[in-house]
């Protein structure tokens, strides 16, 4: 069974930092390409930052450069998303996707999904 479990949000003031963990079961990282998005309330899905393992590349939406980064720990089966200077348009329900075949990561049709992580940045 593959399954992946998101933990790590919570409440943080403006300019905090929160790390958010995608534990996976069922598949092994490295064949795999990982997702993580976002939905806040009133606003459609988006994609936040993903990696694809096949061809060793890295994605991140232009909102989010230079302030999160996606990150991969093997021995623990578990991905990160460090998230730094964080401001209030960061509030939303995060989630983390993985899919076995894709090599471009940045699509919406991943074949497995989390149930998702509440960040709220606010003061």
């Known amino acids: 069974q593959v399954q992946l479990v998101e933990s790590g949000g919570g409440l943080v003031q403006p300019g905090g930092s929160l790390r958010l963990s995608c534990a996976v079961s069922?598949?092994?990282?490295?064949?795999?390409?990982i997702g993580w998005f976002r939905q806040a309330p009133g606003k459609e899905r988006e994609g936040v930052s993903c990696v694809s393992n096949r061809v060793n590349s890295t994605y991140y939406d232009p909102s989010v450069k230079g302030r999160f980064t996606i990150s991969e720990d093997n021995d623990k089966n578990t991905v990160y998303l460090q998230m730094n200077s964080l401001k209030p348009e960061d509030t939303a329900v995060y989630y983390c996707a993985a899919d076995p075949h894709l090599e471009n990561c940045r699509t919406y049709d991943y074949d497995y999904w989390g149930q998702g992580t509440q960040v709220t940045v606010s003061s």
């Open positions: 069922g598949f092994t990282l490295d064949d795999y390409a």
